[in-house]
C-alpha cells in the first residue's frame, strides 16, 4: 500500500502563502496521478488541485484558481501545492491522495483515490 505524507501546514495570516509536500516512501509518485483535497469542520471532503503522474496534465478548483498551483519533482519523488494570497475560506486539513486508476490525466473528484496521507492542518486567520 502507498503510504503517503502532508507537511508545510501551519498557521498564516489573511494574503499569506504556504508550500504543502507530499511525499511517499518505497514507491514512485510517478506512476500516479495525485490529488490535493481539504476538509473544513462540518464539510465534506473536496478536491482543491490534481496532476497527472507525468505533469502534462493539472486542474485546479474554481475557487482556488490563479492562487493555488500543483506541481511535482520527479528527483524528490515530492508534489507540492503552492498556496498563495491564502484567504479565511481556506482553512482546513488538506491531504494529498494517489490514484493508480486515473494516471494519464486527473479528476478533482476525491472518490478516484485509493491512497491517502494524514492530512495537514492549514488555518488562514489574523
Known amino acids: 500500500q502507498l503510504q503517503l505524507a502532508e507537511s508545510g501546514g501551519g498557521l498564516v495570516q489573511p494574503g499569506g502563502s504556504l508550500r504543502l509536500s507530499c511525499a511517499a516512501s518505497g514507491h514512485n509518485l510517478g506512476e500516479y496521478a495525485i490529488g490535493w483535497s481539504r476538509q473544513a469542520p462540518g464539510k465534506k471532503r473536496e478536491g482543491v488541485a490534481c496532476i497527472s503522474a507525468d505533469g502534462s496534465d493539472t486542474y485546479l478548483r474554481s475557487s482556488v484558481n490563479g492562487r493555488f498551483r500543483i506541481d511535482r519533482d520527479a528527483a524528490k519523488n515530492t508534489v507540492y501545492l503552492q498556496m498563495n494570497n491564502l484567504e479565511p475560506a481556506d482553512t482546513a486539513v488538506y491531504y494529498c491522495?494517489?490514484?493508480?486508476?486515473?494516471?494519464?490525466?486527473?479528476?478533482?473528484?476525491?472518490?478516484?483515490?485509493?491512497?491517502w496521507g494524514p492530512g495537514t492542518q492549514v488555518t488562514v486567520s489574523s
Open positions: 491522495a494517489a490514484s493508480a486508476t486515473v494516471s494519464k490525466t486527473c479528476v478533482l473528484g476525491v472518490e478516484w483515490y485509493d491512497d
